[in-house]
């Protein structure tokens, strides 16, 4: 974390510095500040998880990054709060997932349930009739 910190500054203090053009400037530092926090949560993920829980939590990723960003976030706020006191296992991620889907759940926000509604009397014999041209 500390070194992250000391990157951010020293590449702040360089972009006072230097100055530049304003309009692209601008674009490049938000691009810049992106990076570095996607870099910094990285850094504090990979110091808190063990590495099967990092490859759970990037295959969570590829099918629902919302839900990886909610259980990342989850993750560094509890770490923050030094609430963790080891890695997180495979097992801990599982439960805390399980935790995070019945709050969903709970809170009716699932928003991946699927509901399949199907027409009523099925199928009728005047349906058959059309099959046969």
């Known amino acids: ?19 530049g053009g304003a309009a692209s400037g601008a674009g490049n530092q938000d691009e810049q ?11 504090i993920l990979s110091q808190i998880l063990q590495p099967e829980a990092a490859d759970r939590l990037g295959r969570i990723r590829l099918v629902k990054e919302s839900r990886a960003t909610e259980i990342e976030n989850r993750l560094i706020m ?17 439960e805390l997932l399980n935790a995070v889907a019945e709050n969903n759940e709970r809170d ?15 199928w009728d014999d005047d349906d058959d009739d059309l099959l046969d041209l």
């Open 1 to 19: 974390i500390r070194k992250g910190r000391l990157a951010q500054l020293q590449q702040q203090q360089q972009q006072q510095n230097g100055g």
């Open 33 to 43: 500040r992106k990076q570095q926090e996607a870099e910094a949560r990285a850094s």
């Open 78 to 94: 509890l770490a923050k709060s030094g609430q963790l006191r080891a890695k997180v296992t495979e097992e801990q991620l599982k």
């Open 108 to 122: 009716g926000t699932t928003g991946g349930k699927i509901v399949v509604s199907r027409r009523k009397g099925g």
